[in-house]
Every structure is written in C-alpha cells, then in structure tokens.
DNA sequence: GCGATTCCTTTGAAGCATAAAATATCTCCG
DNA sequence: CGGAGATATTTTATGCTTCAAAGGAATCGC
C-alpha cells in the first residue's frame, strides 16, 4: 500500500494479515472490554479473578501455581499476586504440599464457589449476546478458523525456536 | 433476548459461544504475547509504545490525547502516562493547541518515525508468518466473521445502552 | 454576560502484567 | 552419598491499565 514499486506478491498478503490481526485485535479488546467492564459493575470483581476461580472449579481438587499460571496463560510471578489477594478475601486457599515442599496447592474456597456461581450464568449471557449476530454455522466456521490460526502460530513459534 | 421460553434450544448455542470466545481469546493472547516479547528482544520496546508510534505516524499531523485514546483503544488517563514516557524518550512530541487551551497536541518525533521504521518490517513479517497456515481464502473469511462479529457486539451493546 | 453543561486532561489508588534474579527444594547421575 | 542441574515459587523493578475524582476550559442557552 505505502510500498511504491511493488515488493512483489507478498504485498498483498502481508498487508492482509496484518489488517486481518489489527482487525482480530480490536474485536477481541471490544468484548474482553465489556466483560470486563460488566464484571465490575454486577459483581464488583475483575477478569483475572474470574478467570482463576473458573480454573480452580473447572480443575476439581488442588492446583499448583505453576499449572495455575500455565492455565492461564500469564507469567507465575503474576499468580503469587493474583493468588494473594483471592486469599485474602477467602476466595481461595493455598496450603503447602505435602509430598513436595516447594510447591502450593491452591483451591476454591466453598465461599470462591458461591461467588463463581453466582458470577457464570450472567457472564454465559452476556458472550451469547454479544455472538448472536453470528449464525451457527457461522460460528462454528470461525470457531474452526481460529483453531488453524492457533495451530499455524503454534507452528511458526516452533519454527523460530528450532533456529 | 434474554427472554425465558427458548432456554432449551438455546442452550448448546450459548457454550458454544462461550468456547469460541474462550478460544479467540486465548489465539490472540498468544499472538499478542509473542508480539510482544519480540519487540522487547529486537527492539527494546514495548507493544503499547509502538502502537502509540504507529498511531501517529498514520495520523500525520497532530493528535488530541482523546483523539489518541479512541484510536488506541485505551483510557484517557492511560494515554497521559504513555505519552509522558515517549516523550521523556524523545520519540513523540506535545504541545498544547493554541486554538483550544484544554488539548495538547501529539505528534511523533523524527527519531520517532525513525524508531518506527526499523521496527515495521519485522512487525510485518512477524504477523505474516504466524498467519501463514491459513490460506488467502481462509484469511478472506475469518476477516469478515471477525467484522461481522465486532459489528454484533456493538449491536449488543447499543442495545443494552437503550435498556 | 452568566450559569449550566459538556469536554479535555491529569492525578491518585489499585490492580494486572512481564522479565529477571533470588531462594528453596527436588532429582538424578556418577 | 554428593553435587549438578532442573523445577517451583517469590521477589524486585518497571510498566501498563482501569476507574473515579477533580481541575480548567470551551460552549450552549438564555
């Protein structure tokens, strides 16, 4: 587009995917924005917060910290913190284990289930709202594109790393 | 639409779009993520820092810090701090208006556009290769679901808006 | 002109996030 | 057994992000 002689083929491509990722960027920012911000004001708590009672209640009994960071996807410093404040508002508890002295169990409290209960069917509606405009099969395509997205950047990670 | 009676039908629907969701997310976490590591490894910077750049350098002129904030996507308050640090780095400039004295006016440095273009073509073939597994047609198609999709969030949202 | 309202920006408090270094523990090989 | 490396977690430094509140400045309505 800015090029002036035409870099060749690829010009077009590239400017695609990086229109078609600027693009992706931005809806996704729109709707973890609402959540977001929906989250605070139900149910005065963040996405993060959320996101760890739903690990913790999805993975049933005691999780250490490192799977808890790699659950969700952020850096294990970031989960001494996020951990520390659920504790302290008896949302989660952490125990040391005892088979292995470096390493937490962390688990949902029965007050960090309460919470998450009453949390999931809002937050359930508020994603199907914001997807109705998408038919089913539309959905289930970009459901299916954003699987070979994910796979083909798992791939170009790999490839860099074996460089 | 939140209404009671299909509660049964719509109930495969909603986790599915609850996966999906679940699935875009954690797609564009990962390129994000990667984005971003990379531009501190090659560039010494930060995602936040070169969309600030990208910004300007698209606007040509100046830019009102709302102006900058919409664009961005981010807060006001955000913005302030942002701004303060690239400006601290020399890469940006601000200067309050002289037709409007509550705006400042950003525009990006000649280091900055040079900063900017050193890191562009990488950031392009960066995107480029992580989208690489998809076809031009599979691209075509996950960028319309994508418009379509932001498109039926802010449906949603003017929606509730009206509520 | 003047008051009300709206707009632009900054500040402050809290939280979220990373990378890198420090600490502690475990495991395994010799 | 003992030490080298791997693994689990926290700490430290820095930066990004939001929301809410507050300030000054422009504009609208009268």
């Known amino acids: 587009m800015r090029g002036a002689s035409g870099i060749g083929r690829r010009t077009s491509a590239n400017s695609d995917a990086l229109r078609l990722w600027l693009r992706l960027l931005s809806a996704t920012n729109l709707i973890e924005g609402r959540v977001r911000s929906r989250l605070r004001r139900d149910f005065a708590t963040t996405l993060p ?3 760890v009672l739903a690990q ?17 996807m952020v850096s294990n410093g970031n989960v001494t913190g996020l951990t520390e404040r659920l504790v ?3 949302l989660v508890s952490r125990t040391p284990s005892l088979t292995d002295r470096r390493t937490q169990l962390v688990r949902i409290t029965p007050a960090g289930r309460r919470a998450l209960r009453a949390m999931t ?4 509606a508020w ?9 089913a099969s539309e959905r289930a395509t970009l459901a299916a594109l954003v699987a070979k997205l994910k ?10 790393a074996a460089s």
């Open 121 to 124: 069917p809002g937050h359930r």
């Open 88 to 90: 302290r508002e008896r």
């Open 49 to 51: 917060r959320f996101d």
């Open 56 to 72: 913790l209640e999805q993975a049933g009994g005691g999780v250490t910290m490192s799977e808890l960071s790699r659950r969700l």
């Open 127 to 135: 994603i199907d709202d914001m997807f109705a405009g998408l038919s």
């Open 151 to 160: 796979r083909s950047v798992e791939a170009s990670a790999l490839q860099e």
